[in-house]
């Protein structure tokens, strides 16, 4: 807590800062047109002081002064309006370059309070289960739950590991691809059997078309398919439905995950596929997750040139839909 309001602090003295330093640069180049504007009058009237009466060409004079003294002027609000212009697009750019770090900067941490409890809750599960398994007699079946609640949180912390590892390499461009045919209904219907061991108490319908094929990498098709059956799994009560649909069209491959949950609000349906982003903060949310995986799932969809979208789910839920166009 300590830290956070330390942030928070330093947080507000770099705005306070900001705004300190563009009303002062705002006023200095008022300042300036005002000296300036000022000083082309003073100019004027020590010309008029230098003109006889009973001179023949003095309205002539006098005439030119005037001219010459409203081009000056403007001059100087053409001058002060272009550099006024300029300085305020290069603040709105430092501002939002500003916001957007300071915004990374909390996802950050948001994703390092995440993973740190993403990855000690499964080793510590296990760890508890290997060790009450050694200690105590217990009986057959209670060893098998156990263990399977063990592998169940093992799979869990190789996911994290493989998204982490994965959203890197993309990242850094060292992923190493493997493009080929794959028979996208076989990826499906393996999957949905995974999901349906490791949580045998949720409703998870399926409509998969067989035999579909396209061009692309197996691994990553899977754990897209991962990231979006386990994120409806997270943002859905336990007794809903969870449908995944899979059809081929004349022009393209649609693959969709649709829930019963929360759903997605407006403001954030492209934000939830930006790296680290979850929807709340990390100290007031219930669901687990690190805010890699849609971020993941939208570069899978990029990297096999598909589209990958968020639509309501009517009557409640959310529907993310992967279309591949069939080449």
Not at 54 to 80: C, F, M
Not at 142 to 171: F, G, H, P, V, Y
Not at 203 to 225: C, H
Request: glycine content about 4%.
């Amino acid at each position: 807590m300590i830290i956070r309001f330390k942030k928070f602090t330093e947080l507000q003295f770099i705005r306070f800062s900001y705004w300190l330093f563009l009303s002062y640069m705002i006023a200095a180049l008022m300042w300036w047109y005002v000296a300036l504007d000022k000083q082309n009058e003073q100019i004027a009237n020590v010309q008029y002081g230098t003109f006889q009466t009973n001179d023949p060409a003095l309205a002539q004079k006098a005439h030119s002064i005037q001219d010459y003294q409203s081009r000056k002027h403007k001059q100087y609000i053409g001058e002060g309006l272009t550099i006024l212009f300029l300085f305020l697009l290069g603040a709105i750019y430092v501002y939002r370059s500003l916001q957007r770090q300071i915004r990374y900067s909390n996802q950050q941490q948001n994703f390092m309070m995440a993973v740190t409890h993403e990855l000690k809750t499964p080793i510590a599960i296990t760890q508890l289960n290997i060790e009450t398994i050694l200690k105590r007699n217990l009986e057959p079946a209670q060893q098998k739950k156990m263990l399977e609640i063990s592998l169940s949180e093992t799979q869990r912390l190789d996911n994290l590991c493989n998204n982490i590892l994965l959203a890197s390499q993309l990242d850094m461009g060292e992923y190493q691809s493997n493009t080929q045919d794959v028979d996208l209904s076989l990826i499906v219907e393996n999957t949905l059997r995974i999901f349906n061991n490791r949580f045998p108490e949720r409703q998870i319908k399926k409509e998969v078309e067989e035999g579909i094929q396209i061009k692309g990498e197996s691994v990553l098709l899977q754990l897209l398919l991962n990231n979006l059956i386990d994120n409806a799994i997270k943002y859905s009560i336990a007794t809903s439905c969870i449908t995944v649909k899979l059809i081929q069209q004349q022009t393209h491959v649609k693959l969709s995950v649709m829930d019963e949950g929360v759903g997605v609000p407006a403001a954030d349906k492209e934000k939830i596929f930006e790296k680290f982003y979850r929807v709340g903060a990390e100290y007031t949310r219930s669901t687990k997750g690190t805010g890699l995986g849609l971020y993941l799932c939208k570069r899978i969809a990029i990297f096999h040139k598909a589209k990958l979208e968020v639509t309501p789910n009517v009557p409640a839920g959310s529907i993310f839909t992967f279309t591949y166009l069939i080449k």
